[in-house]
């Protein structure tokens, strides 16, 4: 399945895509759900560093991660900072736009593969410095997640 993104891939100033194989074929809104079930430690911490410094900017916060989900959203709900644009088995995309630039985070389940594709699009000079520490803490932070993600199934 194609991921989607928030602009032409020629367009991005920021894409990335990483992906497990599963155990078990699995809905990514279930992936999602089990990759929020724990969150990474000093995540939170980084949201907050996050937040105060956005915030001088003018630039709102997300406030982070909240675990899994409950419920099924629909599209227009938060799941966390994030508005749902599209939720159905194989797709889940989510996306947070501010002055300073826009991300489209797309969670694409096909078979027994699970790959996770982020894509931004910057609008000013305050969100190309903003990208200079998040453009790399984002890969590790979801290269962390998928790989704890990668044992805890395993386990299962």
Not at 138 to 156: A, F, N, P, Y
Request: with cysteine; glycine share 8%.
């Amino acid at each position: 399945m194609q991921a989607d993104l928030v602009a032409p891939r020629e367009e991005l100033d920021f894409y990335d895509a990483r992906g497990i194989d599963l155990p078990r074929p699995m809905t990514a809104l279930e992936a999602w759900n089990i990759a929020m079930r724990k969150p990474l430690p000093g995540v939170a911490l980084a949201f907050h560093i996050r937040d105060a410094i956005s915030s001088l900017f003018g630039v709102k916060r997300i406030g982070g991660f909240s675990g899994p989900q409950n419920r099924t959203p629909i599209v227009g709900d938060k799941l966390d900072f994030f508005l749902v644009e599209r939720n159905e088995p194989e797709c889940l995309t989510l996306s947070e736009r501010d002055r300073h630039l826009e991300v489209v985070t797309c969670i694409t389940t096909h078979g027994q593969r699970l790959t996770i594709t982020s894509s931004v699009k910057v609008h000013n000079g305050f969100g190309k410095v903003y990208m200079i520490p998040v453009a790399p803490a984002h890969k590790l932070i979801v290269s962390t997640m998928l790989r704890r993600m990668q044992r805890e199934l395993d386990g299962d």
